[in-house]
């Protein structure tokens, strides 16, 4: 009941009220990217959601226009304190997770979910078990597990492992818990790149 039909419901009536704070927020900071660098604002980035469908997801742009997608030895996305590739505007983004905003009109659309694992990249197919494959029988979260606990810096065994969780154990409670840390984690700035985990 609460996965198919509560769940759904909360992510309408929360989306909703949060998103004209949002657009502002949004707004203020597309303005500064565009005065930046002169580039889109958006990056609108093909990922796999539920049932392993592609949709489209909506973030700030963080990077240099026509950046190369560069990804570590286990397939993860490859982030880093000192990646060239971000600009100025965008480590300020990361840092407050304020690019991930715009995936409200995600969840509105019904792409994704305020809380579920995270949408994957296209092409690492080739890498998910099937015991993995489980975590796209739910919608993907703009916050999940991963994001509560490790944010950036979970390796790809990582993540599996904790959006299996995740799927196996999805609840209200759960779901809570994961906003709540995730808060927490934005705010103390834990684990914004992959190398923090090394300091």
Known sequence: MYQFFIKRIFDILISII?????????LLFAVAIKLEDGGSIFYNAERLGKNMK?????????????SPDIRNMDGSTFNSSDDHRVTKIGLILRKTSIDELPQLVNVLLGDMSLVGPRPSPLGNEHRYSEEFKVKFEVQP???????????NAASMDERMENDVYYVKNISIFLDFRIVFLTFFSVIKRKNITRDDVLK
């Not at 949060?18 to 949004?26: E, S």
């Not at 592609?54 to 026509?66: A, D, P, V, Y």
């Open 54 to 66: 592609k949709f489209r997801m909506f973030k700030l742009r963080t990077m240099k226009e026509n």
């Open 141 to 151: 979260g703009i916050t999940g597990l991963n994001q509560a606990l490790l944010r």
């Open 18 to 26: 949060l998103l004209p704070f949002i657009c502002v927020i949004c």
